[in-house]
């Protein structure tokens, strides 16, 4: 049971450059969610999987899609990197959207836009 | 979601009790108050959560007022692995965000 897992752990990215952020989990949860962190600072929510097949924004979802490709994987894609996307990103998941139902984090992948 | 507001640093020395307080005076009815904890920049870790009654897990114990207005999250013997920026939160039952503030960073001191 490897819980919430995410690659890369590490990117090092060009401006304008496109990639994707895979994570997946293997806990049966039904809801999933990618985060940012800047430095010095507390999670930020970019986008959010419910339940397998729907999708919605967060607090800070411009510069980002998102895919919940199945149950197990939500994927995180940049279509063209910026400079201010440079930060670490955290996909969490957890059994329902109920708020007494914990989240459970990755471990990161850590981004840099030059 | 309600906003919570945290000291920004705290020392403990080890095999001492961490008290660890957090204010929530906009707090709802509906409202959970939950703890997080992030060790050296890995993902967030739950630690436990409550709505208006005390909690105690393996972890930690939550105390929560009785107008909900604040908590503490007590670790009751820190240890050198318990230092971390600890996050209070509080969500909505119908809320999906986890609004992370910038927490408190606590150093257990040899």
């Known amino acids: 049971n490897a819980g919430v897992t995410q690659t890369p752990k590490f990117q090092v990215l060009k401006t304008g450059q496109s990639m994707t952020l895979q994570c997946a989990q293997d806990?049966?949860?039904?809801?999933m969610y990618w985060y940012r962190q800047d430095p010095g600072m507390g999670l930020r929510l970019i986008y959010y999987?419910?339940?397998?097949?729907?999708?919605d924004k967060g607090e800070v979802p411009n510069g980002y899609n998102v895919s919940r490709l199945n149950k197990r994987e939500f994927s995180l894609r940049l279509e063209s990197a910026a400079p201010s996307q440079t930060s670490v990103y955290f996909c969490?998941?957890?059994?329902?959207?109920?708020?007494?139902?914990?989240?459970?984090f990755g471990p990161g992948t850590r981004l840099t836009v030059t | 979601d309600a906003k919570t507001t945290q000291p920004t640093s705290m020392d403990c020395a080890e095999g001492r009790a961490a008290n660890l307080p957090c204010n929530h005076s906009?707090?709802?009815?509906?409202?959970?108050v939950y703890w997080y904890r992030q060790i050296h920049s890995q993902g967030p870790q739950y630690i436990i959560h409550?709505?208006?009654n005390n909690e105690t897990n393996e972890m930690a114990s939550l105390i929560i007022t009785e107008d909900r207005k604040s908590s503490t999250l007590i670790l009751p013997h820190a240890t050198l692995r318990d230092t971390a920026v600890y996050y209070c939160?509080?969500?909505?039952?119908?809320?999906?965000?986890?609004?992370f503030g910038p927490g408190t960073r606590l150093s257990v001191l040899p």
């Open positions: 806990m049966n949860h039904n809801s």
């Open positions: 939160i509080v969500r909505a039952i119908y809320g999906q965000n986890f609004v």
């Open positions: 409550g709505l208006k």
């Open positions: 906009t707090i709802s009815g509906n409202e959970y």
């Open positions: 969490a998941s957890s059994s329902t959207g109920d708020p007494s139902y914990e989240q459970y």
């Open positions: 999987s419910a339940s397998e097949g729907t999708t």
